[in-house]
């Protein structure tokens, strides 16, 4: 068996494994201090299905992309070159960080044209699961694979045995590697247009080594453009730690949960004792990846607990609320500078996303005042799920008007088929902060928008 060190791990752990498509034990790295990072955006041939090559978009050549590992309270610098040929920018999704550093093109920054470099400059408040897209032309940059996992270690190493990072998603490719349309206006109007090829990590049901007694830690991430995961596991005792990077104050069983697009689920469980026993996850009746259990090193005796992030209380005695339905609308299908018609399907609040562009931002959605709490209630108005998406804050999920909802910290709200949820936040982050589903089928043909803090 080998055994990677963790600073080696870190660097090519993820890489080597997938090339060599062997079981494989792979560390936490919880011990690096080397915080700075190149992410170089650029297209590369990058092989999901065997014997085939597909022609992806990627983070430093392959897929998956880099794990970026941040450390709570630690500033963490990020240089992103860009090599592809139009412009692009990244976000930080759930990162609670400066607006001038959210990556969102025009609202605040400029896009980093091909042959630009920008440097990405911040300090996560929170630690916990994340993760890193570009915020332009998402549909293609994030459909070829742009899409990684950023961990926030926490200050205090929890005491895992393992920690895996793994990322979601269903590739829009044909059995030859070849890319399919990613975006079918008849699909966006619904539920998004589906991939075919569902991975863990670009690999199809992937095993993994891990060491046999131990305390693992699984990060999922939904880095999918479209698909709700529904995820169930073999073993009754793997138990929800934290969702959406924020712990929870009792660990949740995990029971079929739903994980929208851009959510994450991190989950613990005790490795089985006898040697060669697996641990299988699955969305619906299609297997997601399997856990093996090798000799290796277990050293803690049960599941860690972890802290709590930081994250403002809301005040809701004195809290302002604000409605935003979600709502399907087919009838408006304006026709862009190109004379092209522009399928919208989406509304907030009856007001469809035109888009933005250097010297034209729309007004926002509201304006909310600096330090006040406010109640978001979230309408959805149709049969298809949204999974809706704030960013720079950390909002607080209340309730439901169709199912019992154990209180949480999320910044991706989950709307079900004509339910509603409030969520409650304190506006304590300035700036201009997009708002929108992340099915991006649905962002890009009219649900999005964007709150501006004061
Ligand atoms: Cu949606």
Same mark, same amino acid.
């Given at each position: 068996?080998?055994?990677?060190?963790?600073?080696?791990?870190?660097?090519?752990?993820?890489?080597?494994?997938?090339?060599?498509?062997?079981?494989?034990?792979?560390?936490?790295?919880?011990?690096?201090?080397?915080?700075?990072?190149?992410?170089?955006?650029?297209?590369?041939?990058?092989?999901?299905?065997?014997?085939?090559?597909?022609?992806?978009?990627?983070?430093?050549?392959?897929?998956?992309?880099?794990?970026?590992?941040?450390?709570?309270?630690?500033?963490?610098?990020?240089?992103?070159?860009?090599?592809?040929?139009?412009?692009?920018?990244?976000?930080?999704?759930?990162?609670?960080?400066?607006?001038?550093?959210?990556?969102?093109?025009?609202?605040?920054?400029?896009?980093?044209?091909?042959?630009?470099?920008?440097?990405?400059?911040?300090?996560?408040?929170?630690?916990?699961?994340?993760?890193?897209?570009?915020?332009?032309?998402?549909?293609?940059?994030?459909?070829?694979?742009?899409?990684?996992?950023?961990?926030?270690?926490?200050?205090?190493?929890?005491?895992?045995?393992?920690?895996?990072?793994?990322?979601?998603?269903?590739?829009?490719?044909?059995?030859?590697?070849?890319?399919?349309?990613?975006?079918?206006?008849?699909?966006?109007?619904?539920?998004?247009?589906?991939?075919?090829?569902?991975?863990?990590? #670009?690999?199809?049901?992937?095993?993994?080594?891990?060491?046999?007694?131990?305390?693992?830690?699984?990060?999922?991430?939904?880095?999918?453009?479209?698909?709700?995961?529904?995820?169930?596991?073999?073993?009754?005792?793997?138990?929800?730690?934290?969702?959406?990077?924020?712990?929870?104050?009792?660990?949740?069983?995990?029971?079929?949960?739903?994980?929208?697009?851009?959510?994450?689920?991190?989950?613990?469980?005790?490795?089985?004792?006898?040697?060669?026993?697996?641990?299988?996850?699955?969305?619906?009746?299609?297997?997601?990846?399997?856990?093996?259990?090798?000799?290796?090193?277990?050293?803690?005796?049960?599941?860690?607990?972890?802290?709590?992030?930081?994250?403002?209380?809301?005040?809701?005695?004195?809290?302002?609320?604000?409605?935003?339905?979600?709502?399907?609308?087919?009838?408006?299908?304006?026709?862009?500078?190109?004379?092209?018609?522009?399928?919208?399907?989406?509304?907030?609040?009856?007001?469809?996303?035109?888009?933005?562009?250097?010297?034209?931002?729309?007004?926002?959605?509201?304006?909310?005042?600096?330090?006040?709490?406010?109640?978001?209630?979230?309408?959805?108005?149709?049969?298809?799920?949204?999974?809706?998406?704030?960013?720079?804050?950390?909002?607080?999920?209340?309730?439901?008007?169709?199912?019992?909802?154990?209180?949480?910290?999320?910044?991706?709200?989950?709307?079900?088929?004509?339910?509603?949820?409030?969520?409650?936040?304190?506006?304590?982050?300035?700036?201009?902060?997009?708002?929108?589903?992340?099915?991006?089928?649905?962002?890009?043909? #009219?649900?999005?928008?964007?709150?501006?803090?004061?």
């Amino acid at each position: 068996m080998t055994i990677l060190n963790r600073r080696r791990f870190l660097q090519t752990g993820l890489a080597l494994a997938a090339a060599t498509q062997i079981p494989r034990l792979v560390l936490a790295d919880t011990s690096s201090d080397d915080l700075d990072y190149q992410l170089i955006v650029e297209p590369a041939d990058i092989g999901l299905i065997e014997g085939t090559s597909t022609p992806a978009w990627c983070f430093n050549g392959g897929f998956p992309a880099p794990v970026i590992r941040a450390r709570q309270n630690k500033p963490v610098r990020i240089e992103v070159v860009n090599r592809l040929a139009e412009p692009t920018t990244i976000h930080w999704h759930g990162l609670r960080i400066r607006n001038d550093m959210d990556g969102v093109p025009f609202l605040c920054q400029k896009p980093i044209q091909p042959g630009d470099t920008f440097v990405y400059e911040f300090t996560p408040p929170d630690a916990g699961t994340f993760w890193y897209h570009p915020h332009m032309n998402s549909i293609e940059q994030l459909g070829k694979g742009l899409v990684g996992i950023l961990i926030v270690d926490e200050e205090q190493d929890p005491g895992f045995d393992l920690d895996l990072a793994l990322a979601m998603k269903n590739w829009h490719v044909t059995p030859d590697g070849a890319f399919t349309v990613l975006s079918k206006p008849r699909e966006a109007a619904r539920m998004g247009t589906p991939g075919r090829l569902m991975t863990i990590n #670009g690999e199809q049901n992937p095993h993994y080594q891990v060491p046999a007694g131990g305390a693992v830690r699984l990060r999922f991430a939904n880095v999918d453009n479209t698909l709700t995961y529904e995820l169930n596991c073999s073993d009754p005792e793997v138990q929800i730690l934290a969702i959406d990077g924020n712990p929870l104050a009792e660990p949740r069983p995990l029971a079929g949960y739903l994980i929208g697009p851009g959510m994450r689920l991190d989950l613990g469980l005790m490795a089985p004792e006898s040697l060669g026993e697996q641990v299988h996850f699955t969305h619906r009746d299609k297997p997601l990846l399997s856990l093996i259990s090798a000799e290796g090193d277990a050293r803690a005796q049960r599941l860690p607990r972890l802290p709590m992030n930081p994250i403002p209380p809301p005040d809701l005695d004195n809290a302002e609320t604000l409605s935003f339905a979600f709502e399907w609308d087919a009838s408006i299908n304006p026709v862009n500078e190109n004379g092209e018609m522009h399928p919208v399907f989406w509304t907030i609040n009856r007001v469809a996303w035109q888009g933005m562009s250097d010297g034209h931002i729309p007004p926002p959605l509201a304006r909310l005042e600096r330090g006040k709490t406010y109640i978001f209630s979230l309408e959805n108005a149709t049969q298809y799920h949204h999974p809706i998406h704030l960013h720079g804050h950390t909002f607080t999920i209340l309730d439901s008007d169709s199912r019992q909802i154990d209180s949480y910290q999320s910044d991706t709200a989950l709307l079900g088929k004509y339910e509603r949820i409030r969520v409650a936040f304190v506006a304590d982050n300035p700036g201009r902060w997009m708002y929108h589903c992340h099915v991006v089928d649905h962002m890009k043909t #009219g649900l999005m928008g964007y709150v501006e803090v004061v």
